[in-house]
């Protein structure tokens, strides 16, 4: 492969010093940019888009022509999984994902089969390696799944859920069938992320979106305690580099201290918690990621770039920190305000690391 250009961000997960601090936005191929909305309707559906490795590695370049990233993001989606699975993964228009054949008693767990990455999803696969091959070195490439958790609201719920009433009376009902659930969830994702790992992805993120809606006990057993797992079962070395591993619970600021005993080398910050609080709770075990609220880039600039400045004062000076949205940006973004973001980050940042 062809030696990496610009590995500011695999530096700074690992915490070693960098001249500026490195950025990505979650969500950073998406419905904000008109270059990806033309992308789309030529695919003629999102999971033409995703099945499509030309097409899904053209709109993961997409916003490295526009803004000066440290980083490509792999364009999927975190349900790859249950649809590989058989469980008959559909989009729908305004209402989001559909699961046809949810998973809610012992038998249809049972039913799962053993997922073959490279096989059920090879057209992932098949991205990554050309997603690589495009960017020639240019930035890292990262890989992503969903937290076993995450995908379970889904897979149990059979779609989005405002109270994930089904899963939540499965956790306190019956949790030995939980934790069958969340154990062939977990072992499928270790397999994908590794497959991702040994195609090409430099760094790999867990999303695990839905872990603040826990109470305390349950987010430690059902959801800390599988991402702890599949972290301890990745490749975490490969090209002669070693391969970062980033975890996001969203909503969880208040787990951060156990998070950064979890094995993995950043964490990823919601807006709702400072970073100054962040890194004191994680005590420099692990680099952080984020946290701009995503809403701020419905302001002009001038606030945009005020609020860039905030957060990198919140860091602080020193190594460890990808500067990243909270969250995802959100499609109605104009894409000139990602731009002030962006160009406010590479201004501002090199003074937090004289």
């Not at 499965?170 to 994702?189: D, I, K, N, S, V």
């Not at 990745?234 to 969203?250: W, Y």
């Amino acid at each position: 492969m062809t030696p990496l250009k610009n590995d500011l961000f695999l530096k700074a997960l690992l915490r070693e010093p960098t001249p500026r601090t490195p950025l990505w936005m979650m969500r950073q191929a998406g419905r904000y940019l008109p270059e990806y909305r033309a992308t789309r309707a030529k695919a003629g559906s999102f999971m033409k888009l995703c099945m499509t490795p030309e097409l899904a590695c053209e709109v993961t370049l997409q916003p490295l022509e526009r803004y000066r990233l440290d980083a490509a993001i792999l364009f999927s989606d975190i349900l790859t999984i249950p649809h590989a699975l058989g469980l008959g993964l559909e989009f729908e228009a305004g209402e989001g994902p559909r699961i046809d054949r949810p998973v809610r008693t012992a038998a249809d767990v049972e039913r799962l089969p053993t997922l073959d990455p490279e096989r059920e999803l090879r057209y992932v696969m098949d991205a990554v390696r050309l997603i690589r091959r495009e960017l020639d070195g240019r930035v890292p490439l990262i890989g992503f799944a969903g937290s076993p958790w995450t995908v379970a609201t889904y897979v149990v719920e059979g779609g989005g859920s405002k109270n994930f009433a089904r899963l939540k009376a499965m956790l306190y009902g019956a949790p030995e069938l939980a934790h069958r659930l969340l154990a062939h969830l977990t072992r499928a994702t270790t397999d994908y992320l590794n497959a991702q790992v040994r195609a090409g992805a430099q760094a790999v993120m867990v999303f695990d979106t839905w872990g603040g809606a826990l109470e305390p006990a349950a987010y430690r057993e059902f959801s800390l305690r599988y991402m702890r797992d599949i972290v301890a079962g990745l490749v975490r070395e490969h090209d002669g580099r070693r391969v970062p591993a980033i975890l996001f619970t969203k909503g969880g600021g208040q787990w951060l201290a156990e998070l950064a005993g979890s094995g993995a080398d950043a964490l990823g910050v919601d807006w709702t918690t400072d970073l100054a609080t962040a890194r004191a709770a994680v005590g420099g075990r692990v680099a952080l990621q984020g946290n701009l609220d995503p809403s701020v880039l419905y302001a002009p600039p001038a606030a945009i770039r005020a609020q860039v400045a905030r957060v990198l004062a919140s860091y602080g000076h020193g190594a460890g920190h990808v500067f990243n949205l909270g969250h995802g940006i959100h499609p109605d973004v104009p894409p000139e305000h990602a731009l002030a973001m962006v160009e406010a980050v590479h201004e501002l940042s090199p003074a937090y690391h004289a």
